[in-house]
């Protein structure tokens, strides 16, 4: 029985976990793919000096970029102003690239089809990985039901017979 709970176990871990892999990676591309195409790029310029260093983290690192003000002209022709990621110290009036929606609403920049291959490999292999350990820690369950199960027949035995093999045992 545990030997049979064991293989259908790794054998559902295997192929399940690689199913979930692929079809959560998959999945998280093309919401990637979709979320590229919602948004494009607009040459936006900026309405005043860009801050002269960009803003640490709580790592102590940075971006390298800062966020400073920005005016641009959606296509039907309207002047939307916002915050957009410029190169530090850049003065007013230097172009920068702006992402915005179908709205004309700054949004951030989307991966690129490159980075968003990467997340979603990412995201696929650790949610593989999570469905194979489930799996794997549902096995492991069963087979501790049946230890616990073997200890209380070993026990209801040993109740029986014990007393038999304490008296040869004595004399």
């Not at 029985?1 to 892999?21: K, N």
């Not at 919602?38 to 983290?57: F, I, K, N, R, S």
């Not at 296509?75 to 102003?81: L, P, S």
């Amino acid at each position: 029985m545990e030997a049979c709970i064991v293989l259908t176990a790794w054998l559902i871990a295997v192929a399940g976990g690689l199913s979930v892999a692929l079809v959560t990676g998959a999945s998280f591309e093309q919401s990637l793919a979709v979320r590229r195409a919602q948004v494009h790029p607009v040459t936006a310029v900026l309405t005043q000096d860009a801050p002269g260093a960009p803003a640490l983290t709580t790592d102590g690192s940075s971006e390298g970029t800062v966020w400073a003000k920005v005016r641009w002209t959606a296509a039907e022709g309207t002047t939307h102003t916002g915050l957009a990621k410029a190169e530090p110290g850049s003065e007013a009036g230097t172009s920068v690239t702006a992402w915005v929606d179908r709205k004309g609403e700054l949004r951030s920049q989307p991966p690129t089809a490159v980075e968003a291959q990467l997340y979603s490999v990412l995201v696929g292999t650790s949610a593989g990985l999570a469905a194979g350990a489930a799996v794997l820690g549902c096995e492991r369950l069963a087979r501790a039901g049946l230890d616990r199960r073997r200890l209380r027949e070993w026990d209801a035995e040993w109740a029986r017979v014990g007393p038999q093999w304490r008296k040869r045992m004595s004399g």
